[in-house]
């Protein structure tokens, strides 16, 4: 599987953006996705997930009401709809598809994407 993040970029504080993972190769359903970010000097961090069916969605208490994780099974994509954007928000996200285990846990994904660039301004 290959996971190709995009719509990351520059955006106000208060601004909207909505990240894409497209997958190829082999289909993803029935796979959990989820999207974490790293900031610089920080540690990848925990954002989203949301199982193959999409009835559950997991967030980390920084992003939860702002941020909206869902998924387009017969587009092999998911998506990160992120609203009331925060500096704090600055980061690479990085998509990734759920071996096993714990959703919030980095070492619980098998495969990752590239990262996109998310720079809110203040």
């Known amino acids: 599987v290959q996971l190709q993040a995009s719509g990351g970029g520059l955006v106000q504080a208060g601004g909207s953006l909505r990240l894409s993972c497209a997958a190829s190769?082999?289909?993803?359903?029935?796979?959990?996705m989820g999207w974490f970010r790293q900031a610089p000097g920080k540690e990848r961090e925990f954002v989203a997930a949301?199982?193959?069916?999409?009835?559950?969605?997991y967030y980390a208490g920084s992003v939860k009401g702002r941020f909206t994780i869902s998924g387009d099974n017969a587009k092999n994509t998911v998506y990160l709809q992120m609203n009331a954007l925060k500096p704090e928000d600055t980061a690479v996200y990085y998509c990734a598809k759920h071996g096993g285990g714990m959703y919030s846990l980095a070492h619980s994904y098998d495969h990752w994407g590239q990262g996109t660039q998310v720079t809110v301004s203040s």
């Open positions: 949301i199982t193959w069916s999409g009835d559950s969605t």
């Open positions: 190769g082999r289909t993803f359903t029935r796979y959990a």
